[in-house]
């Protein structure tokens, strides 16, 4: 069995280019809510609202069995808990900090859709 290990910062030009190669080794965990969430956000994550997380633990490991690198973030991404087995990032800066960086770019931002 490994030791847990404390999460690393991963800076949000790694992150996109991870998306922008499509590598298939990283789960992007989004723990803001579901409405901050459609609003918008990294491309591709997976929303995993943290009090979800809180309650249900294991059904929440079970979710995240594959991937390799996990990097979570919320809307400013100030820490993480420590995890076993797989790579663990924090995105520095958040959502907020991706946003202002990428967030007009489809390639990497997902917005909600406008109905009009």
């Known amino acids: 069995m490994s030791t847990p290990t404390a999460a690393k910062p991963l800076d949000r ?20 809510g579901n409405s901050d969430f459609a609003e918008g956000h990294v491309k591709g994550a997976e929303n995993i609202p943290v009090d979800q997380i809180e309650q249900d633990a294991k059904a929440f490991e079970s979710r995240l069995t594959s991937p390799k690198k996990l990097v979570f973030h919320c809307q400013l991404s100030q820490g993480v808990g420590a ?9 520095q800066g958040g959502f907020t900090g991706w946003e202002e960086k990428f967030g007009k770019d489809a390639l990497f931002t997902e ?3 406008r109905e009009d």
């Open 111 to 113: 917005e909600k859709k």
């Open 83 to 91: 995890a076993e087995g797989q790579e663990v990032y924090v995105l």
């Open 13 to 32: 030009e790694t992150l996109a280019g991870w998306i922008q190669d499509q590598r298939k080794d990283f789960l992007v965990v989004d723990v803001r």
